[in-house]
């Protein structure tokens, strides 16, 4: 009776991704238990060692190996530590590594400022928690590392792009924290942010108004509006501002703001007087910009302030001082800038691109009064 020749099957390995194993099964027929065997994989200069193991329980082995990149090759094992002259050669079969990607998002063609600009994609396979880096390229070649995240269950992830300034930026996202063999990178994508006014619109509640409005007012919760808007600031950066207006004032306003925006006049702050109780010198010594706010005429307390209708606005309370009836000059942290000689950002002038928008929307600016008023317009 003939003896059986030796053999050596080779199983047909799962698919994996690179830098995952990639995992070899077989057996030895004669059952032998600590043979040698080797791993090799079919390379264009040759065949190529990739890994060893010793015959276990009947026969069977198990070898993995790990490539660095994706694959897609040949693959045998034989017995003995050397691929030619070896007594047992196994079947060939095609390993298969898959491409591990960072894919981003292709971004719109361009965002308005400040609406939550994010870089948005997943990573292939699906990896819950990686963390991955935002980088922007900077002129000089170098990638600056701008923010970070962990990529959630389904291994997708979003990245803020600072959006408080007009900017075009090469952007790309690269995983962290893994050895430096598995770092992936995506391709570049590339982000531009305009600035825009982005007026928003919203109903008034009472709730909202607390402090500024009060039964008897001339104007209620429900013919006020909540004007939202981008603008610049002193740090020439663009920042979010709110103003109550009345609802027949807001296309103004809109019209107003837009031309500002355009001419970046800076505004220190813009938010409701309610942030600080309703009180008018409050509010201008936080150097404050607004409209509405039912009250009395500040130093004149027999009087109701235009600003109670809701069409009024101050702006820049700090660099455009208010002469009061009573003689005294609001706020009081505005003072040098009683000297109107001395330009200064934010300030106020016949020339400005605000005192013009405003005047052709029929305003009248307070500057022209005898008792100057620097921060004031109001309807004529």
Known sequence: MTAEALAISLDQPATSWEDRPLTFTGKLNNGAVGWYLSLWQALPSGWTLRGATKSTTGGAYKITYTPTGPIRTTFRVVVGPKFYGTPAM????????????????KPAA?????????????????????????????????WRWLTSVKTDAKGNFRLRVPDNFPSSRSVRVVSRGVPTTAVEVSGTA??????????????????????????GCPVGPSSLRLLTMNHWGFDGLLHKGELIVRDAAVQKMITVWTANLNAKFPIRRMTRVDVFGGSDIRAMEADNT???????????????????????????TVENPYLAANGVWYPSNGLSYRNRSVVRPGMLFAGSTLTKALEAQGYFWGARWSKPDYQHYQPK
């Not at 600035?195 to 009060?214: D, E, H, I, W």
Request: aromatic residues 6%.
């Open 190 to 215: 590339y982000v531009v942010i305009k600035a825009g006014l982005n007026p928003k619109v919203y109903a008034v509640a009472a709730s909202m108004v607390p402090k500024t409005y009060r039964a």
């Open 290 to 316: 607004s409209v509405f706010n039912c009250r009395q005429v500040t130093g004149d307390p027999y009087s109701l302030s235009p600003h109670s209708y809701g069409h009024a606005i101050d702006i820049n």
């Open 110 to 142: 361009s965002y308005v400022a400040l609406t939550g600009v994010a870089v948005t994609g997943t990573t292939v396979p699906a990896q819950a928690g990686l963390e991955v880096v935002l980088q922007d390229l900077l002129g000089s070649g170098a």
């Open 90 to 105: 196994s079947p060939a079969r095609i390993g298969t590594a898959q491409d591990r990607r960072i894919v981003v998002t």
